[in-house]
């Protein structure tokens, strides 16, 4: 059980294996940060994070960018099913900013289908902004239903079930400091 260490006691049952470690999480979001530095350089950030499962991301990524960056937050709901999304978007919680002119980027923490940011995205570039872009920690390649341009992507993993770092299942596991899968047995799998 030693490699399941920094799990919190009361959840290691439930994990299957630590799928990214914190410390991998960590670096390759300054390695993201770096990038977007570079990007924007001379410009002014407006960061959009994706409630609820952005949170951390928004946190580390924010902290390691030396541009400088104003945060807003949004909420949306899908009309999916909890394991799929039908591409049907409701906005539970706007922008309090005008975009029109700003440099946006949206950050997320996984892309799967990509119907959530295909919709978020063309509702954005509708108000005008200068420029919007997409950083995502997570990306799954296989569940693409879209085309959707991803400009920073912090890791591509399988389709296996994943949480920690912001993600949840059925709200719980979002504290958890690394990314982990889900032992089959917590979701009926
Ligand atoms: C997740 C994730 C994205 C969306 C991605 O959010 O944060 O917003 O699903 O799925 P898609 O690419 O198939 O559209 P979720 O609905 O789980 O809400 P949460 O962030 O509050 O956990």
């Not at 002014?44 to 990524?61: H, N, P, Q, S, Y």
């Not at 039908?86 to 900013?97: M, N």
């Not at 919007?132 to 990306?139: D, F, G, M, W």
């Amino acid at each position: 059980m030693s490699e399941l260490a920094s799990i919190p006691p009361t959840f290691r049952d439930d994990v299957e294996s630590i799928l990214i470690p914190e410390a991998e999480l960590d670096a390759r979001l300054a390695e993201l940060a770096a990038e977007v530095d570079r990007d924007y350089a001379g410009k002014e950030l407006l960061l959009v994070g994706v409630l609820k499962g952005a949170i951390f991301v928004m946190a580390d990524l924010a902290r390691y960018l030396t541009v400088p960056s104003a945060m807003d937050f949004m909420a949306v709901s899908s009309y999916g099913s909890s394991t799929s999304s039908s591409g049907v978007v409701r906005i539970l919680k706007d922008l309090d900013t005008e975009i029109e002119g700003r440099d946006v980027l949206i950050v997320e923490d996984i892309v799967d289908s990509g119907l959530t940011l295909d919709y978020l995205t063309k509702n954005l570039r509708s108000r005008q902004p200068a420029s919007v872009e997409i950083l995502s920690l997570l990306t799954k390649p296989s569940r693409r239903e879209v085309d959707l341009p991803v400009k920073y992507i912090g890791f591509e993993v399988p389709d296996v079930f994943v949480v920690g770092y912001g993600l949840d299942y059925a709200e719980r596991y979002r504290s958890l400091r690394d990314i982990v899968t889900l032992a089959p047995s917590v979701y009926g799998g």
